[in-house]
């Protein structure tokens, strides 16, 4: 298995962030919880971060939290903003691993994401 080949299709694991990402501000937001796991932020300050339309950034967050990739909290010191980090589970940790990997593999391997990816928003 693995991402050898992510020509021949994308690793199951990758292909699910893939699917709860669902947009490019999606992707980019599991690359910044991926390259810094301990991040805690709010929809915000991701936003400004990846310099991403705020109502880009809060729908990412919402679909990956939906799907047990980050976890979030909204309490009265928050002023009634929500923040977000990352689910403390070694297999969210492993598929992101393969997930910067498959992007910083080359040119080849980043298409392959960005046409699942676009696969994934046509299909939203």
């Known amino acids: 298995g693995g991402t050898a080949n992510a020509t021949m299709g994308l690793d199951p694991g990758i292909d699910r962030l893939i699917l709860a990402a669902r947009s490019e501000a999606g992707l980019n937001v599991l690359l ?40 979030s909290s909204t309490g009265p010191a928050d002023a009634g903003h929500t923040s977000y980090w990352l689910v403390d589970d070694p297999d969210v940790f492993v598929k992101l691993r393969g997930l910067i990997e498959t992007y910083m593999a080359g040119p080849a391997e980043r298409r392959d994401l960005f046409r699942a990816l676009a696969s994934r928003e046509a299909t939203a």
């Not at 932020?41 to 950034?57: E, N, S």
């Open 32 to 71: 910044l919880f991926g390259r810094d796991p301990l991040t805690c932020d709010t929809a915000q300050g991701i936003a400004m971060r990846l310099q991403y339309p705020l109502a880009d950034v809060s729908r990412a967050l919402v679909s990956l939290s939906e799907c047990g990739v980050l976890r």
